[in-house]
């Protein structure tokens, strides 16, 4: 574990490095937050926090990672997959900044894009690393999906990274929970006998953990889709090059919730013919509603991601 490490501490310190130079330079340049108009109207305050400061959280991810892991298929497709959907979540925040309101890509164009990534990963990832088409669920072992394989990656990585984005709405919250769903990687892939896979998931842990200082409320910087988006590819890419894509869904269970709940809600909507079953979703916001103040939302959320860990742990063992 001494590589993992070192590459959590890196990731760290560059982020804490990087960020008090960037978000000035974030600020300097107007990339500022836009609240969207149904928001809780606590949220109204955030606007104009400087925002994409993903751009610096996965840079110091790929300069910790870079130097200290084996330069394996699977890493590159894991980074490749973050630098990718990153890219995407640029360019849905850049469309935000210049139309002057929070809206971007719309869902459909979001989707195409993600598609399109996820669809080029999949065949890079049965290419490269000729995997089985077989999924792997803990405690019950292979489950053969033959060609669905395929399609069923590229519905995953999506769905990741839609649900990482999802629960970027509260301070500190998607960085967090990100922070605590890595560490778990890096310990179930070095006990899996790699080293790429953790020292990247550590990497990854670091600089999440190291992004709350300046995102922790009140924050002074949002990661903007740019790292909600890059987070949930490299999460989804860390999944299926260690073959344990069911296990993320444990381990990231708060991400889950969140996407859950954004669904539930919708079908519940055009069933009911208006009704709803949450106050607001996603989850946190509903809660937020329901009385709870953010930071103990937040707090909440991140003790079920570290009891989550604790079982993906277990049956990943």
């Known amino acids: 574990m001494d590589r993992p490490m070192l590459a959590a501490a890196l990731a760290a310190a560059l982020t804490l490095a990087l ?8 600020a300097a340049l107007q990339v500022r937050q836009r609240i969207r108009e149904d928001a809780p109207a606590r949220h109204r305050h955030k606007a104009g926090t400087p925002t994409m400061g993903g751009v610096f959280l996965l840079a110091a991810v790929i300069l910790a990672t870079l130097p ?23 360019v849905d925040d850049l469309l935000a900044l210049r139309r002057g309101r929070n809206l971007g890509l719309r869902a459909r164009e979001r989707l195409l894009l993600q598609g399109l990534v996820a669809a080029a990963a999949t065949a890079v990832l049965i290419r490269w690393l000729e995997v089985d088409g077989a999924l792997q669920i803990p405690r019950v072992g292979s489950v053969p999906l033959g060609r669905l394989y395929a399609v069923f990656v590229v519905v995953y990585l999506v769905g990741v990274t839609n649900a990482v984005n999802l629960s970027d709405g509260l301070d500190g919250l998607a960085a967090g929970s990100a922070a ?15 080293p790429d896979m953790a020292i990247l998931a550590a990497a990854v842990a670091g600089a999440c953990a190291a992004f709350v200082w300046f995102n922790a409320h009140p924050a002074a910087v949002f990661m903007g889709d740019v790292g909600s988006n890059g987070l949930g590819g490299v999460l989804g890419g860390i999944a299926v090059a260690t073959r344990s894509e069911v296990l993320l869904l444990v381990v990231g269970l708060v991400f889950v919730l969140e996407a859950a709940s954004v669904l539930l809600q919708v079908a519940y909507f055009k069933v009911t ?5 949450l106050r607001m979703s996603p989850l946190h916001h509903h809660f937020e509603l329901a009385g709870w103040s953010e930071p103990q939302t937040v707090t909440r959320m991140w003790l079920v991601g570290v009891a989550a ?5 277990a049956l990943g063992g």
């Open 19 to 26: 960020g008090r130079w960037a978000i000035s330079r974030l």
């Open 273 to 277: 013919g208006g009704r709803r079953i």
């Open 68 to 90: 200290l892991a084996p330069r394996t298929p699977a890493l590159v497709l894991a980074l490749g997959l973050m630098v990718a959907f990153g890219a995407v979540g640029a």
């Open 309 to 313: 860990g604790l079982a993906g742990l």
């Open 180 to 194: 605590i769903a890595a560490a778990v990687y890096a310990v179930l892939a070095a006990r899996a006998g790699r």
